[in-house]
């Protein structure tokens, strides 16, 4: 990035090229922006994804702020919205389940957001997790031929 300009959205703060383009910032679901540090990746001069630092959020909490928190929706309703048993969303909003690919569908019809938000948000905190302990599992690199 040739020139830095300090941005901030919701009340976070991070850094953004100052010829990249930032409108995917103002069109993004506000509970995206909730809670923890997010740094927004730019690539192409477009943010093609982002690496939450820290301990992120679950997934199921960023559904409940969309979901229950935001609009008010009991878990039955969203449930029934969502076409899933209220088991189903319940075990995602307590951290007991995380976002499957048909969840991340049915989250992106509901929210009018795209499916690979969904399945990115729940890939970082995979990620997060596993790197935790990363240092438990001993596996040695190929050998260059």
Known sequence: MDHETPISFSRRH????S???ITIIDDAPP???LK?????TIINKKVTYMTIMHEPLHPGEIVKDALIDGPGLSVTEAANKLG???TSLSR??????GISPEMALRLSKL???????WINIQAQY???KISRISHKIKVKPLKAA
């Open 19 to 21: 010829d990249a383009e």
């Open 126 to 128: 995979d990620t997060w």
């Open 14 to 17: 991070g850094y953004i090229s």
């Open 111 to 117: 929210l009018k957001t795209s499916i690979e938000m």
């Open 36 to 40: 923890k540090l997010i740094i927004l």
């Open 92 to 97: 995602l909003l307590n951290g007991h389940a």
């Open 31 to 33: 509970f995206l922006t």
């Open 84 to 86: 899933v048993s209220r």
